[in-house]
């Protein structure tokens, strides 16, 4: 059975960093490219990032370059999502996302809530 | 980039049949994969159609989705409704990034 956890999330002040982690488990995460996608409250779905399943590529959202990175280690089965220059507008549950081999997500974690707020 | 464009809302009632629009603004719809996923309240969001067209295990038939390149837009159809489909659908095609649809509310009642 897949499962994705994630962790790490919490209230932080407009400026600081936090970072995201998401335990994997259930299949061969190293053949798997993964996503970071986030929900405001009462909002829809917005992308974040994208990385490779070796982790030689990454992607990221417009709204989150340059401020994000995504990352994975192998060996540890766990994806993470360092977040620096945190803004009130990154207020969301982040998901972690499985991706399927040729288009869109295969399985969801539950989401961890970060609140960005003085 | 593009966009994709859903109605904020759809109601009908148990047992019928409704569907719900996901139109891209610019570029074919046939470019890129449509995906569909459900969001029922307070819950993680699932996967019920990916390559437009096909389900993964555990989703229910009366679920079905495709594309319409006269319209440029994609269709996700519900049949037999069940109070349970009440939910949140988010469409999510990919350009040179990944797009969500603006979600839609689906009551059924």
């Not at chain 2, 038939?61 to 837009?73: A, C, E, K, L, M």
Request: glycine share 10%; proline share 4%; hydrophobic share 30%.
């Amino acid at each position: 059975e897949v499962q994705l956890v994630e962790s790490g999330g919490g209230l932080i002040q407009p400026g600081g960093s936090l970072r995201l982690s998401c335990v994997a488990s259930g299949f061969t995460f190293s053949n798997y490219a993964m996503s970071w996608v986030r929900q405001a409250p009462g909002k829809g779905l917005e992308w974040v990032s994208t990385i490779s399943g070796s982790g030689d590529s990454t992607y990221y959202a417009d709204s989150v370059k340059g401020r994000f990175t995504i990352s994975r280690d192998n060996s540890k089965n766990t994806l993470y999502l360092q977040m620096n220059s945190l803004r009130a507008e990154d207020t969301a549950v982040y998901y972690c996302a499985k991706l399927r081999p040729v288009a869109g997500i295969d399985y969801w974690g539950q989401g961890t809530l970060v609140t960005v707020s003085s | 980039n593009f966009m994709l464009t859903q109605p904020h809302s759809v109601s009908e009632s148990p047992g019928k049949t409704v569907t719900i629009s996901c139109t891209r603004s610019s570029g074919s719809i046939a470019s890129n994969y449509v995906q569909w996923y459900q969001q029922r309240p307070g819950s993680a969001p699932t996967t019920v159609i990916y390559e437009d067209n096909h389900r993964p295990s555990g989703v229910p038939d009366r679920f079905s989705g495709s594309i319409d390149t006269s319209s440029n837009s994609a269709s996700l159809t519900i049949s037999g409704l069940k109070t349970e489909d009440e939910a949140d659908y988010y469409c999510q095609s990919y350009d040179r990034s990944w797009v969500f649809g603006g979600g839609t509310k689906l009551t059924v009642l």
